[in-house]
């Protein structure tokens, strides 16, 4: 087993930089069924661009590497104490290269281990098999669409469906439900597991393990083959769309397993996963623990043939009527009042990253720099250090919402025009925006080697002691483009996309399966 902790090496940055072949095929008819000219043809095009762009540089593909998670099946006999060592030790040197970001965080006080490691980090789950090899699989889920799992307790009423019963059209009505309240947020175009039955953890268990099946394959269950099939066909229909901009395409896959359950309960848990779907295995070798061969298809036997993402916007531009507009930081009123909902805009100029704990601290206490006129962009990036300074490996954009408490005061309290992250954000930042004068751009989600080739230098950093997600770097940047989803004028695209798409859920009220 000399070569097991090298072998895991490698599967953690497989999964974390270069995207399975089958998961890329999806993708490239996504790209085939949504109109190019369209925000979200101009998002697919970006994240095809990206998905090249992380393979070339042996770079995660998106910023928020997630919960390393391992099923690991062994032969009878096999150490697994020290298995469980030397994945460990696998996950903090991928960890120190730059492969996956700084994750694990201390529940009570907060603080970064730095290495990936800690309670629960990274999680690895063994089962022992029959068979003389090794299989070891891993997923890497990020908090945005981790964030988007949803469970459901049966008999119940569902908003927008109505009551769903423990059969068959029950389990539907969850499923159609848990793809409408993901929205953008999830990162979508998305993929989901499915969990019926067990109790509340076995069933979130099970859901997950869905998303380690083939894109491609076929349930063996010809009642939930029938089911997953129906729900591509109509998940799509709700009009989400990619980053949840409107479109032909809000699922790109759906895979449901069961399991028995007490006769009290009947959970369905859905466990939703971004279009950066990170997930790969590899068959070991049991004595040496070399790599016999891979789980799923090699990315780079699948180019992804994506139309330039630059000639996407030009479509976009011309066929809704919006400008492309560069603006240079700091930001004047004036130039925030002139944007609406569906300007390009092109940002340079100095930056500021800031998530959860910089929105929380920044609450009660002063800024380290003057944010007047500034561009907060909502961003754990992942970082390393040289001896030319800190590098961008990663940056791309994570979900806003969860800043909807602060974000408004924020504003207020700092004299802020900008702020960019994904999947929108709530009334009260939308009245802020419209009062004070600023505006929400929308960024690609997962796109993290797209948007850090924007950052040219990175000029300083404050709040290390947070950990480096959760600090606030301040990164000079060129090019940065994203949309304007939520004006200074009262208008914002994820409540009107919110709004239709719910009223298109009452068409699937009506039983389907008897």
């Known amino acids: 087993m000399?070569?097991?902790?090298?072998?895991?090496?490698?599967?953690?940055?497989?999964?974390?930089?270069?995207?399975?072949?089958?998961?890329?095929?999806?993708?490239?008819?996504?790209?085939?069924?949504?109109?190019?000219?369209?925000?979200?043809?101009?998002?697919?095009?970006?994240?095809?661009?990206?998905?090249?762009?992380?393979?070339?540089?042996?770079?995660?593909?998106?910023?928020?590497?997630?919960?390393?998670?391992?099923?690991?099946?062994?032969?009878?006999?096999?150490?697994?104490?020290?298995?469980?060592?030397?994945?460990?030790?696998?996950?903090?040197?991928?960890?120190?290269?730059?492969?996956?970001?700084?994750?694990?965080?201390?529940?009570?006080?907060?603080?970064?281990?730095?290495d990936n490691l800690g309670p629960g980090t990274p999680v690895i789950h063994?089962?022992?098999?029959?068979k003389d090899d090794i299989d070891v699989r891993l997923i890497l889920k990020g908090g945005g669409c981790e964030n988007k799992n949803v469970q459901y307790s049966l008999p119940m009423e569902i908003p927008g469906l109505g009551k769903a019963g423990r059969d068959l059209d029950g389990i539907r009505k969850c499923i159609m439900h848990a793809v409408y309240q993901a929205q953008g947020q999830g990162c979508s175009a998305g993929f989901i597991g499915v969990g019926i039955g067990g109790d509340r953890t076995t069933g979130y268990e099970l859901a997950k393990q869905q998303l380690f099946r083939h894109t491609d394959d076929t349930n063996e269950i010809p009642e939930l083959a029938q089911l997953e099939d129906y729900v591509m066909e109509n998940a799509n229909k709700l009009g989400i769309g990619t980053m949840g901009f409107g479109g032909q395409v809000t699922l790109l896959g759906c895979k449901v397993g069961v399991m028995n359950r007490l006769p009290a309960s009947y959970f369905v848990s859905v466990a939703y996963n971004c279009?950066?779907?990170?997930?790969?295995?590899?068959?070991?070798?049991?004595?040496?623990?070399e790599i016999k061969s891979w789980i799923y298809p090699n990315g780079s036997e699948t180019p992804m043939k994506s139309k330039a993402a630059?000639?996407?916007?030009?479509?976009?531009?011309?066929?809704?009527?919006?400008?492309?507009?560069?603006?240079?930081?700091?930001?004047?009123?004036?130039?925030?009042?002139?944007?609406?909902?569906?300007?390009?805009?092109?940002?340079?100029?100095?930056?500021?990253?800031?998530?959860d704990a910089i929105h929380h601290h920044l609450m009660d206490h002063d800024a380290p720099i003057d944010l007047n006129g500034s561009v907060i962009y909502h961003c754990g990036p992942v970082m390393l250090k040289d001896e030319n300074g800190w590098q961008v490996k990663a940056a791309g954009p994570t979900t806003s919402i969860r800043e909807e408490p602060y974000q408004g005061d924020i504003i207020k309290k700092f004299g802020i025009r900008a702020v960019i992250g994904k999947g929108g954000m709530g009334p009260k930042t939308l009245a802020a925006l419209q009062e004070h004068g600023a505006v929400y751009l929308n960024a690609i989600g997962g796109a993290?080697?797209?948007y850090a080739e924007c950052f040219k230098n990175v000029n300083g950093v404050d709040f290390m002691e947070f950990?480096?997600?959760?600090?606030?770097?301040?990164?000079?940047?060129?090019?940065?483009?994203?949309?304007?989803?939520?004006?200074?004028?009262?208008?914002?695209?994820?409540?009107?996309?919110?709004?239709?798409?719910?009223?298109?859920?009452?068409?699937?009220?009506e039983p389907v399966f008897k």
Request: with cysteine; glycine share 6%; net charge negative.
């Open 310 to 355: 630059d000639e996407a916007a030009e479509a976009v531009t011309e066929n809704t009527a919006r400008r492309e507009v560069v603006l240079n930081t700091p930001l004047t009123e004036e130039d925030v009042r002139s944007l609406q909902v569906g300007d390009i805009v092109i940002i340079n100029g100095e930056m500021h990253t800031g998530r």
């Open 2 to 114: 000399q070569h097991f902790e090298q072998s895991v090496y490698n599967l953690i940055v497989e999964t974390s930089t270069n995207l399975p072949g089958d998961v890329r095929k999806v993708i490239q008819a996504a790209q085939e069924a949504e109109d190019r000219a369209t925000r979200a043809g101009l998002s697919l095009s970006t994240i095809a661009t990206n998905i090249e762009m992380a393979e070339c540089n042996v770079s995660p593909i998106c910023q928020d590497t997630g919960m390393p998670t391992f099923i690991v099946h062994t032969p009878v006999g096999a150490n697994q104490i020290l298995m469980k060592q030397q994945i460990r030790s696998a996950i903090a040197r991928a960890t120190k290269d730059g492969k996956l970001r700084t994750n694990s965080v201390d529940s009570l006080t907060g603080s970064n281990t730095g």
């Open 126 to 130: 063994f089962e022992q098999w029959e």
């Open 467 to 509: 950990g480096i997600p959760e600090a606030m770097w301040h990164l000079q940047t060129e090019g940065f483009a994203a949309v304007v989803t939520m004006d200074s004028h009262g208008n914002s695209l994820h409540a009107e996309v919110d709004k239709d798409s719910f009223a298109k859920l009452a068409q699937f009220k």
């Open 448 to 450: 993290a080697q797209y």
């Open 275 to 289: 279009w950066a779907y990170r997930r790969q295995g590899v068959l070991l070798n049991a004595e040496s623990g």
